[in-house]
């Protein structure tokens, strides 16, 4: 009788629907121990029930302090090390049907989708840091290439109601270097990575690629063997890009 090797456990922030939820999916019919984490619990459960596999519901707001000590403390008493961390979690700051100009931008338009976007990545990136660094694990933060200067300088990204999602994602790039090279030698690697232009409710549904092969670009990336992937550097689909 041979022992069969515990499976990988892999947490995905706000899993609840779309691009999240089909990667939490994927995860678990490759045998991963999945966390699905949602703000709303009643969604977050119905979402974890629909995928089969081991498949368990966290609650989890990036944004509130006490839920994700929560998380981090759950964590580290249940399964001792986290293989994978997702940071999906995302939001544009754009209601939906909405375009404002610049001048209509406002403070609380900004720091609202750094709350989550960036401040949210760094919260939950350092809860569990300590499970990560236990079983040498992976981070993927996902990230759009709105978040390149490159495209940015080039006027694709046309709307200046943009300007608050673009800062953020590109602040979590410049996290993803951070931690990536400082996590080095623990055997954490950490990736930024971008799904491409994704057909959710973030975009009203707009994206040209479906859920399914935006999360598959994730968890290729998220599975990979570590020595085949370039390092800090902005992964996408078809490689890299410029930052």
Request: contains cysteine; negative net charge; glycine residues 10%.
């Amino acid at each position: 009788m041979t022992d069969t090797a515990p499976a990988k456990v892999a947490l995905v922030t706000g899993a609840n629907k779309g691009l999240g939820h089909e990667t939490a999916r994927q995860l678990a019919a490759l045998g991963h121990t999945v966390l699905l984490t949602a703000r709303d619990p009643a969604l977050g459960e119905a979402a974890a029930a629909g995928i089969d596999g081991d498949v368990r519901f966290l609650r989890l707001d990036v944004t509130d302090a006490d839920s994700v000590r929560a998380v981090g403390e759950h964590v580290a008493e249940h399964h001792g090390g986290l293989d994978l961390l997702v940071n999906n979690a995302g939001v544009t700051g754009i209601p939906r049907g909405t375009a404002r100009t610049l001048d209509e931008l406002t403070v609380e338009d900004l720091t609202s989708v750094l709350d989550t976007n960036f401040t949210g990545v760094f919260a939950v990136t350092q809860a569990l840091l300590p499970a990560l660094r236990k079983a040498s694990g992976r981070v993927i933060n996902v990230t759009s290439s709105l978040a390149t200067f490159e495209r940015v300088a080039t006027g694709a990204a046309q709307r200046p109601d943009l300007l608050p999602y673009c800062a953020s994602k590109a602040a979590m790039n410049m996290a993803s270097v951070f931690y990536a090279g400082a996590l080095a030698e623990s055997g954490v690697t950490v990736y930024a990575v971008s799904p491409g232009f994704v057909a959710t409710d973030l975009n009203n549904f707009t994206g040209p690629k479906s859920v399914e092969e935006g999360a598959a670009v994730i968890v290729r990336y998220a599975t990979a063997d570590a020595a085949t992937l370039p390092d800090r550097r902005f992964l996408t689909e078809t490689g890299t890009i410029p930052w």
